[in-house]
């Protein structure tokens, strides 16, 4: 193995990922933050780097490749740092400042933004098998194929564990540049081009001096939130949080999103109250969320003994403390920083009002909060008569076809566990429920607690308790809807329609022009290919498959769910290697058995997950730990398998199957999460990832026995 070539193959794998997981979190900082904006980009990621794959079957004609590769490593090195310099400084020019992007727009922008990094990446994979290979030997793709997977483990590893806590967006994309610009320096002086070693040797210093010297992150921070002032930013396992203040109002903003703001009395109190003024005399209360913004404090006026408060991001109480003191500093306040599904679900406390202060499910993370499931295990951790709470969209003064889907679901999911339910049209929904009594008149019932309130008083309550308002609600929560579950989060569907219902946009063209692209490639596709976009759907939709069912059986805990991520990309890894020593060329039939096993492990999946629900946390560890790697192995060694079908040109060979894998991989992961598990389930979801891959046998074996 050329090691010149080898390296550049694992640089180029260290700084996709790295540029990938930073990038998105970038992205969703302007695209929203829902899961929705997520998948798109994901989806135009590996389209755009399919695109480039398939681009570099041309790499064959080229004759100076070591020299073209180093070049290629110059311009991918410090691209994803201008990416992120002209995201924030054109995000205000482009779009209007503080407005939601739509959907159309959340494509468009992100398809062009990441085009140069993805499809010149792509073509570089083409480009280095080609340059490792004769047109006798095809092992050479699966060995570029092996040390990319590689470089994805490290570059992945690096990112989660141990950069993004302590660095910004800038300086951890400076890492994997300088890794970028030595290799290209290393392929430069092996071709003798001193010119292009000198060039990297400059760029490399001048990030260097950039670094030391410049606070590039705060000041294109500062730009992208002018009229603000920056008082705090950094980077959580979570996402970036910045803290910004403006007339003496302090704004929490995570991944784009504001999730506190220091003068919103209303919602605080709202928060507080509805559920509390049932419960006036409770002892102990559980808050889920939204402790730092004022809701424990507000929590203690009732004379409570104890006020638990789970927070799922480090770093949203380490800066809450710092900025915000006074919302915690109660002794009775007990703050717990870990998963609130996971606290309740394993707790043996009881108490007498649960307060779950989440926003909207417009993730399958957060959809974990208000599923059948989870209010089952809420009613658990409940005192006799306690009372659950939580608050699940705006309402103004009409109630929307697609908003009525919503509170319809969330009500008759809600019916399921608890006896009595109460709704409440404030400047959120928000839902009572209890197996106790239940009284709408809040505000007396807050005067004969004694409890002082600057916004929750009769006159406020007088104008939101309307029987107008109040008729709406009981049509809307009256309608047949579907159940809300872990493996099946229609909820998370809904809310998405509703999203996407406020901007004045029509979706049709864009799911014709998807549906008939996918469509006209897959009717020019081939047996071998198809199984590589097959096993590449499977790999996309399977891995959400597996870590929504660790959040769910598990908890959002993020060095777990790290690990899963990282155990599939080091199976790719592991199958590819072991798929290299394969030897025999043409026989169709070892692709065939690992597209059957994919098939087989898709369609026992649901099952398998099933089964875990009562199992001990390190057994449910430890088994999906060990289905995602034989999952990522089976896939991983497809890849090197099918270059031995084939005796064309290493490039075209690389290109096509490349292209395969990242469009099947796209499809995945755009249908997946965002359509697929949300309207169809999880169980539906696997046997189409099973259908795929069965046919693909077939269609492997029909065409080896000829």
Not at 28 to 50: D, K, M, P, Q, R
Not at 254 to 278: C, D, L, R, W
Request: proline share 4%; glycine share 8%.
């Amino acid at each position: 193995m050329n090691h010149r070539l080898g390296g550049a193959a694992c640089a180029l794998g260290v700084m996709a990922v790295m540029t990938q997981l930073a990038l998105m979190r970038e992205m969703l900082c302007v695209f929203s933050g829902n899961e929705l904006a997520l998948g798109v980009i994901l989806g135009n990621w590996l389209l755009l780097t399919g695109l480039g794959s398939w681009l570099g079957r041309t790499a064959s004609r080229m004759r100076h490749t070591e020299r073209t590769l180093a070049l290629l490593l110059l311009f991918v090195a410090l691209l994803p740092l201008a990416q992120v310099f002209t995201l924030r400084e054109l995000r205000n020019v482009v779009f209007v400042r503080g407005a939601t992007i739509g959907l159309s727009e959340t494509v468009t922008a992100s398809f062009l933004w990441l085009a140069p990094f993805c499809v010149v990446s792509g073509y570089m994979l083409t480009l280095a098998c080609g340059a490792l290979a004769t047109p006798q030997d095809m092992s050479a793709i699966g060995t570029v194929y092996v040390t990319d997977s590689v470089g994805s483990v490290l570059g992945g590893a690096l990112f989660t564990y141990v950069l993004v806590r302590r660095l910004d967006h800038f300086a951890l994309l400076s890492l994997p540049a300088l890794v970028c610009l030595l290799v290209a320096g290393w392929l430069a002086w092996h071709e003798r081009q001193y010119w292009v070693v000198g060039a990297a040797g400059i760029m490399a210093a001048g990030l260097v001096v950039a670094l030391v010297a410049m606070d590039v992150d705060g000041a294109t921070t500062a730009r992208l939130f002018s009229g603000q002032r920056v008082v705090f930013r950094g980077n959580s396992p979570y996402g970036r949080l910045v803290v910004t203040e403006s007339a003496g109002q302090l704004n929490f903003i995570e991944n784009g999103v504001p999730v506190i703001a220091t003068h919103n009395i209303e919602e605080v109190e709202e928060t507080v109250h509805y559920a509390m003024s049932q419960r006036p005399r409770a002892e102990r209360v559980l808050l889920i969320a939204g402790g730092v913004s004022g809701t424990a404090r507000e929590i203690l006026k009732y004379g409570v003994a104890e006020v638990t408060y789970v927070e799922l991001d480090p770093l949203i109480i380490t800066v809450g403390r710092r900025f915000l003191p006074e919302s915690l500093a109660d002794p009775r306040i007990r703050v717990l920083n870990t998963d609130g599904r996971l606290f309740v679900k394993h707790t043996q406390e009881t108490f007498d009002v649960v307060i779950v202060d989440m926003p909207p499910p417009s993730t399958s993370q957060i959809n974990r909060f208000f599923t059948s499931e989870f209010f089952d295990e809420a009613k658990r951790v409940l005192a006799p008569g306690g009372v659950f709470a939580f608050s699940l969209g705006h309402y103004e003064n009409f109630v929307s076809p697609e908003l009525a889907r919503v509170l319809a679901s969330a009500s008759t999911t809600l019916r399921r566990t608890f006896r009595h339910q109460l709704v409440i049209p404030g400047g959120r929904i928000f839902f009572l429920a209890s197996d106790g009594e239940l009284y709408d008149d809040i505000a007396t019932r807050i005067e004969q607690a004694g409890v002082s309130t600057r916004l929750v008083n009769g006159h406020y309550l007088s104008a939101v308790l309307t029987p107008d308002r109040l008729a709406d609600m009981q049509r809307a929560t009256a309608a047949r809807a579907a159940v809300n579950t872990d493996f099946n989060p229609v909820l998370y569907y809904y809310h998405l329609m509703h999203w996407m219902s406020q901007f004045r946009e029509r979706y049709g063209l864009w799911a014709i022009v998807l549906v008939s692209g996918f469509a006209a490639y897959l009717a020019r596709t081939r047996a071998v290919p198809f199984a590589i976009f097959a096993s590449g759907f499977a790999a996309s939709a399977l891995e959400v498959v597996l870590l929504l069912g660790f959040q769910i059986l598990c908890g959002s805990v993020y060095r777990q769910v790290g690990v899963i991520i990282t155990v599939f990309m080091a199976g790719l890894a592991v199958g590819a290697f072991a798929a290299t020593r394969y030897r025999r060329i043409g026989n169709r039939v070892p692709l065939a058995g690992l597209a059957l096993g994919i098939a087989l492990l898709a369609a026992i999946l649901p099952a398998g997950l099933k089964s875990l629900e009562h199992a001990p946390v390190p057994i449910v560890q430890a088994a999906i730990a060990l289905l995602t790697l034989v999952l990522a192995s089976m896939v991983g060694m497809e890849f090197p398998l099918a270059t031995r079908t084939s005796v064309r040109d290493v490039a075209g060979t690389a290109s096509r199957l490349y292209t395969a894998d990242f469009t099947g991989a796209c499809l995945g992961a755009l249908l997946a999460s965002t359509l697929l598990i949300p309207l169809l389930g999880v169980t539906a979801t696997c046997l189409l990832a099973a259908g795929l891959n069965a046919v693909s046998a077939v269609w492997l074996l029909a065409g080896d026995f000829r």
